[in-house]
């Protein structure tokens, strides 16, 4: 796969570089948007929300008096592009961002900051005069900064203070402060061939990378940075033990000041191809990243969305009544010296007395029986009165899981004891209460934090009779306890 000309170095590192069909039981649904071309390039969606724009790197031609072109006549690297609607759909060809940033060097992966003032770009650090062509693949990459001034975006300035001499330095991404800045580079000190490192804004300026440690970067390459509003890190790497094929998105979060292992994301958004640049946004149940899995030889960018269902407001489970006072008033006239009252339950237990306390140990059917027992013997003598007494489920999803867990502890949550009269259920939604979700039946999960959650199982159907679209949910509150310690890497949602 080619990224354009920008990224042939890095295709030398990696060596040789789905459709929605398979997605009937995921959690989320993937399409690829529809000004992606199978003649060109699209990757690195940004939006820049102050103008409903969603931008994205592509070597299609910019047009103009001048053309730029590679060495092999491709069209060089630049922004385009596409109007988004009010109903989230794109409308329009993908058109020419910022056409004064056009030149003779490519471009890639950029950031802007809150209020889209100013933007972090990636570019080559030489620009060729006006009439040249880009200069090949020893040109490194950088990263510059530009305002946005009088309506148009000043001439890049590379951030020199983040750049390093004789590599390269691109994939800038902003913490949700705007106050550091994640990035990849080959420079020395790192781990790998392509590591990710951070600055910091500090009075200012920029202060010097430092490495994201061992935890983040391997042996292979991390790149591709992007920030999620929750400040959760994510990022693509083709560390081959934990990937699905190419590059693989993986994220990570800083819990007590320590990156957590990182989480390759599950498909559909990896694949056995190159995945990249995954842009969540809000709450992340939905968002943009980039892929060549459509023709496997250019990439395009992709919407994804939810498919889980708007629930009402969950309700917190609601346990059966299990413990009742049983008396009898017209018994028979019995001898207390050699006879006795005695309730005998269906589960075992037996009460003596004409009032007895039971509490069944859950819900079923059960049968009651008030005897009249002989004390020596044991025997019932009498029998005074007998009962079915069934105790029903109530209709609601249930969650089956510990109050308290450990944080790093690997916990299951079941939804199999949901008992449902009014509608046939198909899906069950989990939400975890710290931004991560699930889907299934049964599920497993592990907390990285300590805190109060507020686990939500949603449960979609079928409602019995005209099979109108159902839904349901419950809540229940645990407790995570402990501190976070660095286990193997899993899967998990975005």
């Given at each position: 796969m080619k990224y354009g000309s920008i990224l042939l170095w890095l295709?030398?590192?990696?060596?040789g570089m789905l459709t929605a069909s398979g997605q009937k039981d995921s959690l989320y649904r993937i399409e690829r948007l529809s000004f992606s071309s199978i003649a060109y390039d699209e990757y690195a969606p940004v939006l820049l929300n102050a103008r409903n724009q969603l931008i994205f790197v592509a070597n299609r031609s910019a047009g103009?008096?001048?053309?730029?072109?590679?060495?092999?006549?491709?069209?060089?690297?630049?922004?385009?592009?596409?109007?988004?609607?009010?109903?989230?759909?794109?409308?329009?060809?993908?058109?020419?961002?910022a056409s004064e940033l056009v030149s003779g060097?490519?471009?890639?992966?950029?950031?802007?900051?809150?209020?889209?003032?100013?933007?972090?770009?990636?570019?080559?650090?030489?620009?060729?005069?006006?009439?040249?062509?880009?200069?090949?693949?020893?040109?490194?990459l950088g990263i510059f900064e530009s305002s946005f001034v009088g309506g148009r975006w000043t001439t890049p300035t590379l951030i020199t203070a983040i750049n390093a001499n004789g590599y390269n330095t691109c994939h800038p991404a902003l913490s949700p402060d705007g106050k550091r800045m994640y990035f990849a580079s080959d420079r020395p000190g790192g781990f790998g061939r392509m590591d990710l490192w951070y600055s910091d804004f500090v009075k200012s300026q920029w202060t010097e990378p430092k490495n994201l440690g061992p935890v983040i970067n391997t042996s292979f390459n991390e790149v591709y940075p992007t920030c999620a509003s929750d400040g959760r890190l994510y990022f693509s790497s083709n560390r081959t033990d934990k990937t699905l094929g190419k590059l693989d998105i993986f994220y990570s979060e800083l819990v007590n000041g320590q990156w957590i292992e990182p989480r390759r994301l599950p498909e559909p958004f990896n694949s056995r191809y190159n995945d990249l640049c995954f842009v969540p946004e809000g709450t992340g149940d939905r968002g943009f990243f980039s892929s060549d899995r459509y023709d496997r030889t250019t990439s395009d960018v992709f919407y994804f969305s939810t498919t889980e269902?708007?629930?009402v407001t969950p309700e917190p489970l609601k346990m059966p009544r299990l413990c009742y006072t049983f008396f009898e008033n017209m018994g028979v006239v019995i001898d207390t010296a050699i006879a006795v009252y005695e309730w005998t339950f269906s589960d075992g237990a037996r009460h003596r007395g004409l009032e007895a306390y039971h509490c069944f140990p859950?819900?079923?059917?059960?049968?009651?029986?008030?005897?009249?027992?002989?004390?020596?013997?044991?025997?019932?003598?009498?029998?005074?009165?007998?009962?079915?007494?069934?105790?029903?489920?109530?209709?609601?999803?249930?969650?089956?899981?510990?109050?308290?867990?450990?944080?790093?502890?690997?916990?299951?949550?079941?939804g199999s004891d949901s008992w449902f009269v009014s509608f046939v259920p198909e899906r069950y939604y989990w939400d975890f209460g710290d931004g991560s979700k699930a889907?299934?039946?049964?599920?497993?999960?592990?907390?990285?934090?300590?805190?109060?959650?507020?686990?939500?199982?949603?449960?979609?159907?079928?409602?019995?009779?005209?099979?109108?679209?159902?839904?349901?949910?419950?809540?229940?509150?645990?407790?995570?306890?402990?501190?976070?310690?660095?286990?193997?890497?899993?899967?998990?949602?975005?």
């Open positions: 295709g030398l590192l990696l060596g103009g008096l001048f053309k730029h072109s590679t060495e092999k006549g491709t069209p060089l690297e630049n922004y385009f592009y596409v109007t988004r609607k009010k109903d989230s759909t794109f409308t329009g060809s993908p058109r020419v961002f060097s490519n471009k890639g992966p950029m950031v802007f900051n809150r209020d889209g003032t100013k933007m972090y770009l990636t570019k080559n650090i030489i620009e060729p005069g006006r009439l040249k062509n880009y200069l090949g693949t020893n040109n490194l269902p708007k629930f859950g819900t079923g059917e059960y049968t009651v029986e008030l005897n009249v027992v002989n004390k020596l013997q044991g025997t019932v003598e009498k029998n005074v009165v007998a009962y079915y007494f069934p105790i029903e489920k109530i209709e609601q999803p249930w969650i089956t899981c510990p109050d308290t867990i450990k944080v790093n502890e690997w916990v299951e949550f079941s889907m299934g039946v049964t599920v497993r999960y592990q907390y990285v934090r300590p805190g109060k959650y507020r686990v939500r199982l949603g449960v979609s159907g079928k409602g019995q009779g005209e099979g109108k679209p159902a839904t349901r949910a419950s809540y229940k509150d645990v407790v995570v306890e402990g501190d976070y310690t660095l286990t193997p890497s899993v899967s998990a949602s975005p």
